[in-house]
């Protein structure tokens, strides 16, 4: 049912962060922004975007403030006008984000920022959205973001709908159900250099690895999702290793190279693999960008963040829990 936005409308809320196990990387659809491959992630408590959204008359356009600085708004406005058709409204509106960590450097802030971009837009429109209605709209602006509407382990659905109403999120496991800890290797500041949506058009037209990395999505995150209902850790650890490194098989035989690397990921790389032949269970992995983000039981986690700390290059080092659904902030 439509709902009429009053001018003024406001509402805030908070989503985390996540990073896929089982990853996703080439489009269906581009319009729909739908996914050509499920995927599998955990959501992070220790990174998150806060964002307002305030629906104003006398806004020519939507207007993006990220962590203080006027930014394009192009993404946004493809989420805002789907919020916009389901409430009869032309009101643009003033979107106001904040990233407790470093934003695109490889860090999710697009999977965060959209989930919570889409819980705010909504709530401030007066919509109440299920939480698949709500990973379906935060499709539209990061792939990702559909899976950061739920805290815990989610599950992407690539979907095969012509509209993308089969194309969402949802949760496997509640964070608390399985306490996993991350420690992620930050080896780089700066931003990204190519963005995800460029890097992933440019594979599916160029890699001759293309149509394997189509063809065995569905057995990794078959495999995966098996490995988490029995909460077997490392069969969960070595497939999202192994993953992770079939994307980047498929990134550097893309036509340029996407190489996303530097040279303190390739030693944080071998790091894990020598605590692992030391006795501990950790395991990488890596998305569009330098850092490294490492998997281990929270028992191990000191052990892992003293290793990946005597990396050289690595410039520091983090870690988070599990964390919780995307929520309202007021
Ligand atoms: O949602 P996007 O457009 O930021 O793309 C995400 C791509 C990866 O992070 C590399 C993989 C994933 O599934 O999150």
Not at 79 to 86: G, I, Q, T, Y
């Amino acid at each position: 049912m439509s709902q009429t936005i009053e001018a003024g409308a406001t509402a805030r809320a908070r989503a985390h962060s996540n990073i896929a196990l089982v990853k996703y990387w080439g489009k269906n659809d581009a319009v729909l922004n739908t996914p050509a491959v499920g995927s599998i992630s955990i959501t992070l408590d220790a990174l998150y975007t806060d964002t307002r959204v305030t629906f104003r008359s006398g806004l020519t356009s939507d207007e993006l403030q990220l962590n203080g600085c006027r930014e394009n708004a192009d993404t946004v406005t493809r989420v805002l006008d789907l919020v916009r058709n389901a409430s009869a409204t032309t009101l643009f509106a003033a979107v106001e984000s904040a990233n407790n960590f470093p934003t695109g450097a490889g860090l999710a802030s697009s999977a965060s920022g959209f989930a919570a971009l889409a819980l705010a837009a909504t709530a401030a429109a007066g919509l109440t959205l299920t939480q698949r209605e709500l990973s379906i709209l935060a499709r539209h602006g990061s792939g990702s973001a559909a899976r950061s509407i739920f805290g815990g382990f989610a599950k992407m659905h690539a979907g095969t709908a012509a509209d993308g109403s089969d194309s969402y999120a949802e949760q496997l496991l509640a964070g608390g159900d399985w306490p996993l800890t991350i420690v992620i290797a930050i080896t780089e500041h700066g931003a990204k250099s190519i963005n995800s949506t460029v890097g992933m058009g440019s594979s599916a037209a160029s890699s001759p690895f293309y149509p394997a990395w189509l063809a065995t999505a569905p057995g990794d995150l078959t495999d995966l999702a098996a490995a988490i209902a029995a909460r077997d850790f490392e069969r969960l650890g070595e497939l999202a290793e192994y993953n992770c490194l079939k994307l980047h098989a498929l990134m550097l035989t893309t036509r340029p190279a996407l190489i996303y690397w530097n040279a303190a990921t390739v030693a944080t790389m071998h790091a894990v693999r020598d605590l692992r032949a030391s006795g501990v269970p950790a395991y990488f992995t890596i998305d569009a960008g330098p850092q490294v983000k490492v998997l281990c039981l929270p028992a191990d986690s000191a052990k892992v963040h003293a290793a990946l700390l005597n990396v050289s290059g690595v410039l520091e080092v983090r870690h988070s829990a599990l964390g919780p659904d995307a929520y309202r902030l007021d």
